[in-house]
């Protein structure tokens, strides 16, 4: 501002002086060219009444005269002239300050130079004897006398710049310094202009809209940032040209990069194929989903564009950890499967036995034997179909009476209730430990105990093995109870798969034993329900122990 403000008033300065310079030279050079002319005619009257009273001797006397003097008879033929000789002078009938003059009785003419240097200047009276007397002088033409007088006007003009730019500069400084000096801060608490005022304060209206809106804009940023740090799933915001905006911890933990990741294109923090195809996607408008796995996790990546205005402006990246569910559809599956397998196999031998039996194609001393193998099935059937329930009310969360529970009484129940099982097999149960009350769900607590204790003794050594259950307090207050045997055992690879659904780790075994599948799948939820801990220790040909912590 303060580089225009100079070149405007350095400008008309310069214009003012010139404007100046040419009116003054001008009127100047017209004013004396007036009085030269009138002088001109004064000296014309006067020497033609000095040729009227005394003929050629007047111009014996004119030696030196700057005027010139020239006598011309009627006919237009030079009688005399004070500058040249008058017979070599040409005829000056057609010379129209002549004309006039004999017309008129006095005329006066101009003529300039060939070289447009000089203009000289004709003043003629007619004597009473039809001659006339002509003066003449000479001077500069106006561009002339410039030229002459350049130098001196060389100087001014650069004391007139020198003094413009002076003035120019100090000026245009003293009307930016109070604009410069302005505390847009505190536009009200300036003195400044007074023309100003009505901008002052809409700046201080304005400034305070922009405080206020970005008060709102950090506030809700910092929502933003609180939301997405507090985020279980995965967030890249991306923009158009696919660098990263931002970033929360959660997704830089999945995809295993930093802060520093900000700012960077997305490829080169995750090249993989399934990323960039749905990036590809997403850049053609469309909302795309698909699967990627990270470690042990599988995780859900869907790419939304952000649209406005009809243009894409980038890309919400969301990665949702669906490594449960995924476990929780594939274990669903499997044990559907197994539910129907396990439900068929107890009843194609029931409708064996009983079509056997309608037919009558069974001996009357082999009936008791076939009856009771439907009983048996039925009762496995009955078995299988109940702890599908348990199980089924056990992912539903479905809240059960809770009461306090002595554990070594319960255990001493459930022994006694295997005793004839564990009479058959050949094995011994022994309960050992201390009186422990837990307060939970007493059905639970006996599935849990008994499930432990009826695997401790089908999978025990037959014929001379151990199923122990163990009850105490530990030092800190919590209760735990033991099962251990000393039969097959569980081998390493195996020992985290033995609570899901229906795994069995010997096959053949399990189905000469008879259980449903089931049975440390209901410990495992049982336990859950009651935010107890479970531990197992197993060596294949050394036994198994299993503890529960409440």
Known sequence: MTKRIFRSVFLASLIVFLAGLALVVGALYNYFSSQQSEQLRIEAQLAARGVEESGMAFFGGLDGSSVRLTWIDSDGRVIYDTDAEADKMENHAEREEFIEAERYGFGDGERTSSTLSEKTVYYAVRLSDGSVLRTAESYYTLPMLIFNIIQPLALILVLALILSGWLASRLSKRIVGPLNAIDLDKPLENEAYDELSPLLTRVEHQQRQISEQLDELSRRREEFAAITDSMSEGLILIDSAGVIMSVNPSAREIFGVDKTSEGRDVLTVDRSPEVRELLDKCAAGRRAEGYISRGEREYLLTASPVV????????????VDVTEKLRSERLRREFTANVSHELKTPLHSIMGAAELLQDGLVKPEDRGRFLNRIRSEAARLV???????????????????????????????????????????????????????VY???????????????????YSRPEGGRADIDVRRLSDGRVRV???????????????????????????????????????????????????EISLESEPGRGTVISVTF
């Open 482 to 532: 033991t099962v251990s045997d000393d039969g097959l055992g569980i081998p390493k690879d195996q020992q985290e798969r033995v609570f899901e659904r229906f795994y069995r780790v010997d096959k053949s075994h399990s189905r000469e034993t008879g259980g449903t599948g089931l049975g440390l799948s209901i410990v495992k939820h049982a336990a859950q329900y009651h935010n107890a």
């Open 383 to 437: 078995q299988l179909v109940q702890d599908v329930i348990d199980l089924s009310r056990l992912d539903e969360g479905e809240e059960f009476p809770r009461e306090d529970t002595d554990m070594l009484a319960l255990a001493k129940e459930i022994s006694a209730s295997l005793a004839a099982e564990a009479e058959r097999r050949g094995v011994t149960v022994s309960v050992t430990g201390q009186s422990c009350s």
């Open 308 to 319: 406005t205005q009809g243009e894409r402006r980038g890309t919400v990246l969301l990665a």
């Open 440 to 458: 939970g769900v007493r059905r639970l607590l006996w599935e849990i105990v008994w499930n432990l204790a009826e695997n401790a003794v089908k």
